[in-house]
């Protein structure tokens, strides 16, 4: 069975319903975190802070957000709602503090 790729239909479908703050939002599909092929589905950054997004999809939007799909299929457990932070966590990845990236902290 071929694998579906719905990576891309599902960051435009966050842009599209996001569209009225393409201006201070940034998408990065499938944003690598480490040399190695870990990776994070959809890494959303809030360029402005004082911005209310009035959009329930982002309402509780901090400065970088992570978005992870679930397939029908998936089960959404305590665990994998927890997953992105583990990950992060397990590898010492802090997104500001100390920022090893200028791309994530300019």
């Known amino acids: 069975m071929a694998r579906i790729s719905w990576h891309p239909a599902f960051v435009q479908a966050l842009q599209h319903e996001l569209i009225d703050y393409r201006d201070i939002l940034s998408f990065e599909s499938e944003h690598q975190l480490l040399t190695e092929p870990l990776r994070i589905d959809v890494l959303i950054i809030k360029k402005k802070k004082d911005i209310v997004i009035e959009k329930n999809i982002a309402r509780i939007f901090r400065q970088f957000n992570i978005v992870e799909y679930k397939s029908p ?34």
């Open 73 to 106: 299929e998936d089960r959404v457990t305590i665990e994998a709602y927890h997953i992105p932070t583990i990950r992060l966590k397990r590898h010492e990845i802090a997104l500001c503090e100390p920022c090893t990236s200028s791309r994530l902290c300019g």
